[in-house]
């Protein structure tokens, strides 16, 4: 501060004992534990669709087989695997499915790599819908694709794209947070490392008329189904998963 300038305080309290915590509902939980879940997340009701130790909650998207090749659970972390060569069992889905919904993630990309989290799944197949973009924007092709960057991390895939500033994505070998949040009203948000960087109205004008000139446009109610599993992709590209957890709204 500089000389003659002033701050004035008033009102100043500290409490420091009968200490209780307020209620959680409402209120945005960060747990940076993997594979964890806080009381607080578990009175919000989410529930870990990993474990950090299988794939108990998952199976093959295209048969509804187990999982048993492709995905591996290796240090507590899901990891797609790299080698072309070994067919795999491809994308991999939930079990369970959900109506709207707040999904949390962390993933980790290496050089070059892409994947992506679909939702909005179920009458188009076990493996159409919306996708939630994850991508190496600096060395994938897929980044310089689509229309106005719809195709880089973050982004509604081939739709809308992320509004992101790049000091706020984390490099390759490092981890990033995502979410989805999917409201009753067909509002639909994606975040990225704590900021919204996507946000659209499922089922509105704007969102038929950008299905309607995408890659998606002859697919019939595309994205709206009202419950949906979880999808993981699998590109053949190395990437990493954890702290993947979900609750319905």
Same mark, same amino acid.
């Given at each position: 501060?500089?000389?003659?300038?002033?701050?004035?305080?008033?009102?100043?309290?500290?409490?420091?004992?009968?200490?209780?915590?307020?209620?959680?509902?409402?209120?945005?939980?960060?747990?940076?534990?993997?594979?964890? +879940?806080?009381? =607080? /997340? &578990? !009175?919000?009701? @989410?529930?870990?669709?990993?474990?950090?130790?299988?794939?108990?909650?998952?199976? $093959?998207?295209?048969?509804?087989?187990?999982?048993?090749?492709?995905?591996?659970?290796?240090?507590?972390?899901?990891?797609?695997?790299?080698?072309?060569?070994?067919?795999?069992?491809?994308?991999?889905?939930?079990?369970?499915?959900?109506?709207?919904?707040?999904?949390?993630?962390?993933?980790?990309?290496?050089?070059?790599?892409?994947?992506?989290?679909?939702?909005?799944?179920?009458?188009?197949?076990?493996?159409?819908?919306?996708?939630?973009?994850?991508?190496?924007?600096?060395?994938?092709?897929?980044?310089?694709?689509?229309?106005?960057?719809?195709?880089?991390?973050?982004?509604?895939?081939? +739709?809308?794209? =992320? /509004? &992101? !500033?790049?000091? @706020?994505?984390?490099?390759?070998?490092?981890?990033?947070?995502?979410?989805?949040? $999917?409201?009753?009203?067909?509002?639909?948000?994606?975040?990225?490392?704590?900021?919204?960087?996507?946000?659209?109205?499922?089922?509105?004008?704007?969102?038929?008329?950008?299905?309607?000139?995408?890659?998606?446009?002859?697919?019939?109610?595309?994205?709206?189904?009202?419950?949906?599993?979880?999808?993981?992709?699998?590109?053949?590209?190395?990437?990493?998963?954890?702290?993947?957890?979900?609750?319905?709204?």
């Amino acid at each position: 501060m500089e000389s003659g300038q002033q701050i004035k305080w008033k009102n100043i309290r500290i409490k420091t004992s009968n200490l209780k915590p307020l209620p959680s509902q409402g209120i945005y939980v960060v747990n940076l534990l993997p594979n964890n +879940l806080s009381e =607080a /997340e &578990k !009175e919000q009701g @989410f529930e870990l669709l990993f474990n950090g130790k299988d794939l108990s909650n998952w199976k $093959v998207a295209s048969s509804g087989e187990p999982v048993k090749k492709g995905w591996e659970v290796i240090n507590n972390e899901l990891v797609v695997n790299a080698n072309k060569e070994v067919k795999g069992d491809g994308d991999i889905i939930t079990k369970k499915e959900f109506g709207p919904f707040e999904l949390k993630f962390d993933f980790k990309l290496t050089e070059g790599a892409n994947n992506g989290i679909k939702y909005g799944i179920g009458n188009n197949g076990p493996q159409i819908g919306l996708e939630y973009q994850i991508l190496d924007d600096e060395k994938h092709p897929d980044a310089k694709q689509g229309v106005v960057a719809n195709r880089t991390l973050a982004s509604l895939y081939d +739709l809308i794209p =992320a /509004e &992101k !500033e790049a000091r @706020f994505v984390n490099k390759t070998g490092e981890w990033n947070q995502g979410r989805i949040v $999917v409201y009753p009203d067909n509002t639909v948000q994606h975040w990225l490392n704590g900021r919204k960087v996507v946000e659209y109205n499922r089922g509105s004008a704007i969102y038929k008329a950008l299905v309607a000139r995408s890659k998606y446009a002859e697919y019939k109610d595309f994205g709206m189904a009202p419950k949906t599993p979880i999808l993981l992709t699998d590109h053949h590209d190395n990437v990493f998963f954890r702290s993947i957890k979900i609750r319905e709204l």
